[in-house]
């Protein structure tokens, strides 16, 4: 019913930036919230920043000050700008939204993930 394909995950060096964006297509009547969590090898996957329908945005404190999440309502479309990235940034970024279809039905839907390496 809904898509979500994420770009622009690769490979950076320490220092260095990436902005991922997230397209969501589909049965969408509505999209809330959005957000990028991200995977890391070994580890449980853990929100890295949320963004409102009405653009209140929120951070976990490994990211405040070097991430920034915005969104394109018009386009469907969600950001992570990424600065100052650490190796510890390495991981699996997952896109996620809270959409309700034209069906009605509301529910998280995730994207496939796009992979960061942080390595010099």
């Known amino acids: 019913q809904v898509q979500l394909v994420e770009s622009g995950g690769g490979l950076v060096q320490p220092g260095g930036s990436l902005r991922l964006s997230c397209v969501v297509s589909g049965s969408i009547f509505r999209i809330n919230a959005m957000g990028w969590h991200r995977q890391a090898p070994g580890k449980q996957r853990e929100l890295a920043a949320v963004?409102?329908?009405?653009?209140?945005?929120g951070y976990a404190d490994s990211v405040k000050g070097r991430f920034t999440i915005s969104r394109d309502s018009a386009k469907n479309t969600v950001y992570l700008q990424m600065n100052s990235l650490k190796p510890e940034d390495t991981a699996v970024y997952y896109c996620?939204?809270?959409?309700?279809?034209?069906?009605?039905?509301?529910?998280?839907?995730w994207g496939r993930g796009t992979q960061v390496t942080v390595s010099s």
């Open positions: 963004i409102t329908e009405g653009g209140s945005t």
């Open positions: 996620n939204v809270d959409v309700k279809t034209e069906g009605m039905i509301q529910y998280l839907s």
